[in-house]
């Protein structure tokens, strides 16, 4: 991927991008690449405030990932607006990642990997299930979700797609020079980072990020799992 590409990153919540791949997106965009974001969820559950609502929540949620993405250069943030934990694998589900992609026009598709093994939350196994099989096969062929043709939308095939959070990486990306804007993007994220030092939550993912870099020889690095297309 020496050449300028389309990224369309498809994640369940608020913040999951930038914890899985900030880095990347902040090194793809100095480089040219035009990257878009799609959340399935505004992640509306996300909170122990007694006093929070889910409506408030899911406001707040959407406004700190709109700034997130702004400080990593993303040029569009799409809300889906399904309930935080409740996500599911329907038709309807898939027909909206397919117009997403029909519209973006992705080389890249990024997502959670559904497969992981251990620990997953369901909203990240679902979302990655959904996004995988929007963008292979359904979003190449007019004969599904033809009513897209009436919107002008085309059928599109991305050409891989790159899994992340993977207990199976097969592909680094060196973002040891993008350590600082990764950072400063989940710094948005204040209503799920508020609660702890951030000089803690920066020491952590910097921790992370060098033991992933070290297995490909980088000084810090985020991993997925590469699918090709043909």
Known sequence: MSEPQRALVIV???????????????????EGWEVGYVLVTS?????????????????????????AAK????????????????????????GKLVREIRRFKPDVVVTW?????????????????????????????RLYYPEHLAEGLEPHRAKEALLAGSDRANYHVDVSDFFPKKMKALRCHK????????????KRVRQRMAEVGKEAGFKLAEAFHRLEWR
């Not at 929070?52 to 406001?59: H, I, P, V």
């Not at 995988?132 to 979003?139: K, V």
Request: charged share 30%; proline share 5%; with cysteine.
């Open 191 to 202: 209503s799920q980072l508020g609660r702890y030092p951030f000089s803690e939550v920066r």
């Open 43 to 67: 992640g509306d559950k996300g909170s122990h405030d007694e006093k929070m609502t889910s409506e408030r929540l899911a406001e707040i949620r959407e406004k700190e990932q709109r700034a």
């Open 12 to 30: 369940a919540h608020p913040d999951d991008a930038e914890f899985l791949c900030a880095g990347s997106v902040a090194r793809w965009v100095s």
């Open 71 to 94: 400080v990593l250069g993303v040029s569009t943030c799409v809300f889906l607006g399904y309930p935080d934990g409740f996500v599911e694998d329907t038709a309807e589900l898939r």
């Open 113 to 141: 990997d559904p497969y992981r093994l251990g620990h997953n939350h369901r909203d990240h196994r679902l979302t990655g299930q959904a996004a995988l099989d929007a963008a292979y096969p359904l979003s190449r062929s």
